[in-house]
């Protein structure tokens, strides 16, 4: 098997906002949680956001920080909430067992709602119950007074004008979360950017003929940018066709350190202190 790149200079304090740790490509490849922790620390990441996509991934997550958290050194947190893919899985009985968990959000380190939003792309549930889900979260974020972690994908339009709506009924919080892995266009970028939004970077940025993701990284300016592995997916390059891993999240700074003419530490001082502000753990 190929060995992924390690990244030459020793860095420090990274902060990988968005990783599935608990996802099990992670074990069919042979890494262990220890070892995915142990390379991310030797990386220098030392905060780690494990994201949930249904109510199984919720308590996965949570599990995952309960079990791990301070290995290596590295803290961990995460979130817990239904993707528009698993939209169909809704259901009251879901959101109340969600509401359990976010009562106990400092005992569990639960620091967002997330991942919630609209797919389009891959229309894995309907578009009304995505839409319908989509709201209802962005509702219990509000009222828990907790970021989201926005996915959304060929659904521009439709998420734009939900969120819309929140903000002009003033419902949508001064932090209302993260755009995760960025694909709208840098039009809209500035207009979440504006709502209070992050937005977050991640493999595809470093892709060599990705021409769109440069572009809207262009559009968002210091104190909003925020990294990411969406680990075991999307691995940057120098490390691509690997299973990612947290580890790989500094190379995401270093890309976007060469496209803002800084040094990759600088970058990494940046993005920190924005995840910091984002998950509100300053
Ligand atoms: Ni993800």
Redesign the pocket.
Known sequence: MREARRYPEKLKDVFDT?A?LYDSRFEENGMTPEMILRNAASSGVTRILI?A?NETTSLAACEFVRKYDGTEGVELFCSVGVHPHEASSYSPEVEERLLDMIKRKDELKIRAIG?IGLDYYYDLSPRDVQKEVYRRQLELAYENDMPIIL?ERDATGDSIDILRGLYKEGRLRENPGVC??CTCSPEIARELVKMGFYIGFDGPLTFKNNKKTPSILENVPDDRIVIET?SP?LTPEPNRGLTNEPANVVWVADKIASLRGRTTEEIIGLTTENAMRLYELI
């Open positions: 968005h599935h994201p996509d991942e996915h995760h892995c969406d997916y």
